[in-house]
């Protein structure tokens, strides 16, 4: 069976600051897809990256970049000069295929202080 | 592209009741998910249809949880009778050829 783990469940920060946000997963199938969610106050789910479990390389977009490790079988992310408006709860998720249901971790809220 | 609907968005109702949740995925999309997610969680997978087959219905409470996509696109989740500890918001997703997965914005019940 698959796991996701997300060990911290809230981070607050000022805004400005860079914050990374740890992602650990479990499984034991060599074809996998990993992926960030971000979940607003308004609760709809907003789809930030995938990777295929073949890709490590890392990838930045603007303010947010992310982190692959196989290794430690771990998807890290990170905000850079963070804003009030990061502020959500994300998510990290792992699916086996494409197509699949996606197993999330429990979350981390993100509290970005002005 | 529109969306996935979901509705109603918020309902309220006594523990014992019924209640009904309506999802319409992106046009085209031949799987469709419907999660919970319960408050400080992450969603859990209920149910996935391929078309208007079951895929997964391993964590769907079967005793008191159905739902049924018929002709292969809108899907319907109901809960009959109600827990208080069904109280969670019921996301439904829908995806595609790309891989992608589409959420809607949910349907939040309450049961008191």
């Known amino acids: 069976a698959q796991k996701v783990t997300q060990a911290q469940t809230e981070i607050s920060v000022v805004e400005k600051e860079d914050v990374t946000l740890d992602c650990v997963y479990e499984?034991?199938?060599?074809?996998?897809?990993l992926f960030w969610y971000k979940q607003p106050p308004s609760g709809e789910l907003v789809f930030l990256i995938r990777?295929?479990?073949?890709?490590?390389q890392n990838e930045i977009s603007g303010r947010y970049s992310w982190n692959f490790q196989k290794s430690t079988s771990s998807f890290n992310f990170t905000i850079t000069a963070s804003q009030v408006v990061d502020s959500a709860v994300y998510f990290c998720?792992?699916?086996?295929?494409?197509?699949?249901?996606?197993?999330f971790g429990g979350g981390t809220r993100l509290m970005v202080k002005p | 592209e529109a969306g996935v609907a979901q509705s109603p968005r918020y309902k309220i109702i006594e523990k014992r009741q019924s209640v009904a949740f309506w999802c319409n995925p992106i046009?085209?999309?031949?799987?469709l998910y419907w999660y919970q997610q319960i408050l400080g969680q992450g969603p859990k997978l209920l149910i996935q249809?391929?078309?208007?087959?079951?895929?997964?219905d391993s964590q769907l409470p079967k005793d008191r949880f159905s739902a049924e996509r018929l002709k292969g696109v809108d899907s319907t989740l109901k809960i009959q009778p109600a827990k208080l500890e069904d109280s969670a918001v019921y996301l439904c997703?829908?995806?595609?050829?790309?891989?992608?997965?589409?959420f809607g914005s949910g349907t939040r019940l309450t049961v008191v």
């Open positions: 997703a829908s995806s595609g050829d790309n891989y992608g997965y589409t």
């Open positions: 499984t034991r199938d060599t074809t996998y897809y």
């Open positions: 990777r295929n479990s073949f890709d490590e």
């Open positions: 998720a792992l699916s086996l295929n494409a197509g699949n249901m996606l197993t």
């Open positions: 046009s085209g999309h031949a799987t």
């Open positions: 249809f391929q078309n208007n087959g079951v895929v997964d």
